[in-house]
């Protein structure tokens, strides 16, 4: 079974700069999807980035220019470079693998992004 570590949040003011980083135990090539998620204090957990086997992206609309994720197979990470963050991106992120009939979960990095 697959483990994902993420690493890589912390405190950061208004317009700043943070970059996820999230570990796999082994190979990232057996997940169809890895992603970014967040879940902020009351809410609902939701989508940030996903990246596809084939390398396509997906961004919630609040991340589009301003979030990037990228993947390094030889490191068997993949990564979210986050830019202009704003208050609202304050939030548990988590990253998630999945492969066909199962899903994997880190348990999270917290982000607080202050005004």
């Known amino acids: 079974q697959v483990q994902l570590v993420e690493s890589g949040g912390g405190l950061v003011q208004a317009g700043g700069s943070l970059r996820l980083s999230c570990a796999a135990s082994?190979?990232?090539?057996?997940?169809?999807?890895m992603g970014w998620y967040r879940q902020a204090p009351g809410k609902q957990r939701e989508l940030v980035a996903q990246?596809?086997?084939?390398?396509?992206?997906n961004y919630v609309h609040s991340a589009k220019g301003r979030f990037t994720i990228s993947r390094d197979f030889a490191k068997n990470r993949i990564y979210l470079q986050m830019n202009s963050l704003k208050p609202e991106d304050t939030a548990v992120y988590y990253c998630?693998?999945?492969?066909?009939?199962?899903?994997?979960w880190g348990q999270g990095t917290q982000v607080t992004v202050s005004s």
């Open positions: 998630r693998g999945a492969d066909i009939g199962s899903e994997y």
């Open positions: 990246i596809t086997w084939t390398g396509s992206t």
């Open positions: 082994g190979n990232i090539l057996v997940f169809n999807d």
